[in-house]
């Protein structure tokens, strides 16, 4: 049975206190109105880490994340943060690969690989990100172009290993622009990835892995979105940031 996920990724937003500030409300809200088995995750800056799993403690279905982790375990890498270090912080999860992350700082599938390395390794839960730009999507080879995101950076792994991984599937025409796929675009393509999985790793395999959507998912849209039959909850960025959109988003089930 796959979870159920749904994750919040901060990004660059909230100084410590208003990231207590935020963590506090959704905790609380939770454990008032959220009745579904839903595993959720903030993703929050580094400086978040150990004072959200603190907070995020008493409930088993709030988990914390790191929004990336460095290619390196220890050494003179100055601003680097290991995950060790991210382990250190109670945190569970890390995002590896956002759209952000590839574009910004031109991180590579090779790359990447090394970070769900490390991670699996630490003993963390992986959020890997795949998508695709809108002149890919619209030259026609967006299932390919995503696949092979897939299988250079996860397709090493054995599967029990992947067994321990979730994707995230971003398209990137659609995150911050207000434009979202389409519920059919989105299942269409989480579709076609657990298929693509599955050729690796068995049908057993891609059936358990969950496949987030990550694309301007909001309250207005989640529930068409994760009514979808591949599609198991939402890689969640602006609306992530007020505590009231999240929780709805939570609810959509």
């Not at 090493?156 to 995150?175: D, F, G, N, R």
Request: with cysteine; glycine share 8%.
């Amino acid at each position: 049975m796959r979870k159920k996920i749904v994750a919040g990724n901060w990004k660059l937003n909230n100084t410590l206190d208003q990231g207590l500030k935020l963590a506090s409300e959704i905790v609380n809200m939770m454990n008032d109105e959220v009745k579904e088995d839903v595993s959720v995750v903030l993703g929050t800056p580094f400086i978040h880490l150990s004072s959200v799993s603190k907070i995020t403690n008493g409930n088993a279905n709030l988990h914390v994340a790191a929004q990336d982790c460095s290619t390196h375990s220890s050494g003179a890498y100055t601003g680097e943060v290991s995950v060790s270090m991210i382990n250190s912080t109670g945190a569970s999860h890390v995002i590896i690969g956002h759209s952000e992350r590839r574009e910004y700082h031109n991180e590579t599938n090779e790359e990447l690989a090394t970070k769900v390395n490390l991670a699996l390794e630490a003993g963390l839960t992986p959020i890997f990100c795949c998508g695709e730009s809108l002149n890919i999507r619209e030259s026609g080879n967006h299932e390919a172009f995503v696949s092979n995101q897939l299988s250079e950076s996860l397709f090493h792994l054995t599967e029990e290993q992947m067994s321990k991984v979730v994707i995230a599937y971003e398209p990137i025409w659609a995150i911050g622009t207000g434009v979202t796929a389409s519920s059919e675009q989105a299942q269409d393509m989480h579709k076609a990835l657990r298929a693509y999985l599955a050729t690796k790793f068995g049908q057993a395999s891609a059936d358990n892995t969950s496949i987030l959507y990550g694309g301007s998912c909001k309250p207005s849209n989640a529930n068409e979105l994760f009514s979808q039959p591949d599609i198991d909850g939402g890689l969640i960025g602006g609306a992530s940031l007020k505590s009231r959109d999240f929780i709805d988003i939570i609810k959509s089930f």
